[in-house]
């Protein structure tokens, strides 16, 4: 089995927790963030370099590889009399009889996949929908004919690529296979979105979110409590909620800002001029803008920088990719907020340490 360190793809350096927590393939179409200017995140995630279009012919020849290496474990499988399945013993084998395997990227994503089921892959980097409509359908339905075992298939994509698509593009796109697309709202107030310049106004939000909805896809939001810091918290809270209800996405996914080193705003916490909210700020700023939320979303805490506590030392919220059905867990997660509250800020990590943490 040495002939599968051979084999090798192009993966990008970030992709959502939903989407790595169950081991989707990934498969990298464009490289890097074609907009790069965001704030708080300046286009860090990518290590500040130029945005590229990858060709199909690329994206194709990354695709037969993830194949190769996926037809290779399947076969040891087989040979082991597990018929195709794969599990730990499949791979301690593999990795047994070629030891380089062990620090192929590749070969672990693909085992990866295939132990969870093989059935989703994530588009990277930050906006694959930003490539030319023909090149992604394209790949998408090579993608889909080379592993029909996928039910889902995702991407990141930024608001102002959807809202510039037309809804035609769209409906295409998503007929092509792309089901979900995760997209970076942060915030729904045009103030704090110029302030941050996220390129976006909060009507532009609203109407490539609502697009994206009629074209079929499944929508999941990106929000960052804290990001208005102490001085633009309360209209943080207002208008993210009144985009969330314009938007009603399946998924409201909570990511509290964190300054990033290296950004215009981690400088700006370093002189002072950026103060950060404290842990219970944060909570009343989420307890504002949930208790205004109209939305049939799922709103989700699935990252480590939701890292409140309660009095046990346990979470407060869960981290699981699901997270809270509203309206019906509306109730429970305002309750959770309180319980939050009650306790000592001390008791919570607050932002201030994790800046030196790595985080995604």
């Known amino acids: 089995m040495k002939y599968l360190s051979t084999y090798s793809f192009e993966i990008g350096p970030i992709r959502p927790p939903s989407e790595g927590g169950s081991h989707s393939l990934l498969l990298r179409v464009t490289r890097n963030c074609p907009w790069s200017r965001c704030r708080f995140c300046y286009g860090t995630l990518y290590n500040r370099e130029k945005f590229q279009l990858r ?25 082991l009399g597990y018929a195709g399945q794969v599990n730990n013993i499949v791979g301690a084998t593999l990795v047994s009889g070629a030891p380089e395997l062990r620090v192929s990227h590749s ?9 969870s089921g093989g059935h989703t892959a994530f588009l990277q980097d930050a906006d694959s929908l930003i490539m030319p409509t023909p090149d992604l359908i394209e790949v998408l339905k090579y993608l889909e004919e080379t592993f029909p075992s996928l039910e889902r298939i995702t991407s990141y994509a930024r608001a102002k690529t959807i809202y510039r698509k ?14 979900r697309l995760h997209v970076g709202l942060e915030t729904g ?6 302030y941050v310049d996220k390129g976006v106004t909060a009507e ?6 609502r697009k994206a ?19 633009r918290s309360q209209q943080h809270a207002e208008n ?14 909570l990511r509290p800002f964190v300054p990033r080193p290296d950004t215009p705003l981690f400088k700006e916490y370093e002189m002072g001029d950026f103060q950060l909210t404290s842990p219970h700020e ?22 480590m920088v939701n890292a409140w506590r309660k009095e046990s030392g346990e979470l407060l919220f869960t981290q699981d990719y699901e997270g809270y059905k509203f309206p019906e867990e509306k109730g429970l997660v305002l309750e959770l907020i309180e319980e939050g509250l009650r306790i000592g800020e001390s008791m919570h990590i607050d932002t201030k340490h994790m800046v030196a943490m790595p985080h995604l």
């Open 240 to 253: 993210t909620a009144r985009v969330l209800n314009e938007i009603n996405p399946e998924y409201i996914r």
């Open 107 to 115: 070969f672990a994503t693909v085992f990866n996949w295939l132990v």
């Open 189 to 194: 107030d045009d103030e704090l979105l110029k």
């Open 213 to 231: 909805k009629e074209a079929g896809f499944e929508f999941s939001a990106y929000v960052m409590p804290g990001l208005g810091g102490r001085t």
């Open 55 to 79: 060709t199909v012919k690329e994206i194709k020849k990354d695709i037969q590889a993830a194949k190769a290496i996926s037809d290779g474990i399947k076969r040891l499988s087989w040979q």
């Open 166 to 179: 037309t809804l035609d593009k769209l409906k295409q796109i998503r007929a092509a296979g792309l089901n």
């Open 282 to 303: 944060r909570l009343r700023e989420l307890k504002t803008m949930i208790g205004t939320l109209t939305v049939t979303s799922r709103l989700c805490f699935d990252h």
């Open 204 to 209: 532009e939000h609203i109407m490539a979110g």
